[in-house]
């Protein structure tokens, strides 16, 4: 129970603490949303919940890194700067591939709505 404890600790942190991770929430929010307007079968809610977790998870990742590195590295150094860049790169490559997801799953049917 207590890993429970320091994981919603963890979440928590985040949410609070972190302008990106709380914009990842609400745009996943308004996936939602979308889904349920769209009418999302089965196999499209599970594509949009492991893409919203997998921008998630790396919002976090990401923000552990950045958090790890500056305290390990607290002087600036090139290792350092890589490591938080490529961290964040890899945020950015999983909020384009949601993007593409979300284009697959909502574009045929938002596409739909305004066709005669």
Do not use: C
């Not at 404890?5 to 603490?17: D, E, P």
């Amino acid at each position: 129970m207590r890993s429970f404890g320091y994981a919603i600790q963890g979440l928590a942190y985040l949410v609070r603490t972190q302008r990106n991770f709380r914009i990842h929430l609400i745009l996943a929010l308004a996936a939602a949303t979308i889904g349920l307007i769209a009418g999302l079968g089965a196999v499209g809610w599970a594509v949009l919940i492991l893409t919203v977790a997998l921008v998630v998870i790396a919002e976090g990742l990401n923000t552990g890194i950045e958090l790890a590195v500056s305290l390990a590295s607290p002087d600036v150094r090139p290792e350092a700067k890589a490591a938080k860049d490529i961290a964040a790169a890899m945020v950015l490559l999983a909020a384009i591939a949601a993007v593409g997801v979300g284009a697959a799953l909502f574009g045929p049917r938002l596409i739909g709505l305004f066709r005669p």
